[in-house]
Nanobody
């Protein structure tokens, strides 16, 4: 069964950093565009970043310069490095595989003092 499993969420103070990981099983990772979405309480899910198979990236304006998406094709894993975190980054973060439309279960990131 195809799965995406996120890890790395947690509690951090404003200005801090976290790195999220998303491990893919099966054939979902190879040749697939991968992305991170987030959903804050009471808000719609929004796209945070995407990365193609050759490493081309795109970011939401709200995270440009602070977040970095990357992938390790040998490990079938995509990462989201989040720096200079703000309270408004608080959300459940989801990994997504565009081909196949597969979602991970989500990992909670809380930014608060």
């Amino acid at each position: 069964q195809v799965q995406l499993v996120e890890s790395g969420g947690g509690f951090v103070q404003p200005g801090g950093s976290l790195r999220l990981s998303c491990a893919a099983s099966g054939s979902i990772f190879s040749g697939n565009v991968m992305g991170w979405y987030r959903q804050a309480p009471g808000k719609e899910r929004e796209l945070v970043a995407t990365i193609t198979t050759i490493g081309s990236t795109n970011y939401a304006d709200s995270v440009k310069g602070r977040f970095t998406i990357s992938r390790d094709n040998a490990k079938n894993t995509v990462y989201l490095q989040m720096n200079s975190l703000k309270p408004e980054d608080t959300a459940v973060y989801y990994c997504y595989a565009f081909l196949g439309k597969v979602w991970g279960q989500g990992t909670l990131v809380t930014v608060s003092s």
